[in-house]
């Protein structure tokens, strides 16, 4: 159960969309996640980030666990099954382990693949919704940015747009307000940010991952 609960914590929240090669992933690894010390989950199906994997939900809950308690950072990631209700089980294990003492960042990629349709899950829109207060960071991407919940959207403090085309890019303009024609001039690496400062064009690099 989340714990000590912080009300002046900001929300951190970030939503990144680009379609696919756009480097949603590279912006995450380079410019949102903080590098050592980190508490950090991740809903990593496809192995895109660097952290402790497991596939099996006893372990998986046993290693968080140990980690939580041990009281420093971690990087914990779930590349098991990617099915709707182990999602939820993902949300429901991190909303276990927030503390408001401390940021926990939690990371779920390629959140279209859920198929939520406009609803979120109920551990996800706590999460999104009282996570803040607890510290919870919550980081989701996605390249289909019409078949997630607009509140992923909406509800971030800070939204990333990468390069869409067409239908998405007029999406995106209703929804975040950065015009269409802005969004399909951008090139690969680069994204419109907007923040509670303002809206920028930033640009990260292409780093070779290695898991």
Not at 12 to 28: N, V
Not at 52 to 76: C, H, N, P, Q, V
């Amino acid at each position: 159960m989340a714990k000590n609960p912080q009300t002046e914590r900001p929300n951190k929240h970030c939503w990144i969309g680009a379609k696919t090669g756009g480097g949603k992933s590279q912006l995450l690894r380079n410019e949102l996640l903080p590098g050592r010390g980190v508490r950090a989950l991740f809903w990593d199906i496809d192995t895109d980030h660097n952290c402790t994997r497991y596939t099996e939900k006893g372990a998986f809950l046993a290693a968080l666990k140990s980690a939580d308690a041990s009281g420093k950072g971690y990087r914990i990631g779930w590349s098991g099954d990617d099915d709707p209700a182990t999602f939820e089980w993902f949300c429901r294990a991190a909303w276990a382990v927030l503390n408001g003492n401390h940021e926990t960042f939690i990371v779920c990629e390629e959140m279209a693949d859920q198929g939520m349709g406009q609803r979120l899950p109920p551990y996800l829109r706590k999460l999104m919704v009282r996570g803040r207060k607890y510290g919870a960071v919550l980081i989701t991407t996605t390249q289909r940015c019409q078949e997630v919940p607009k509140a992923l959207i909406t509800q971030a403090a800070n939204r990333y747009v990468g390069l869409h085309e067409d239908q998405d890019a007029r999406y995106l303009e209703r929804a975040v307000g950065i015009k269409a024609a802005d969004i399909e001039a951008l090139e690969p690496l680069t994204f419109w940010h907007k923040g509670p400062e303002g809206t920028q064009k930033i640009r990260t690099k292409y780093r070779k991952f290695r898991p």
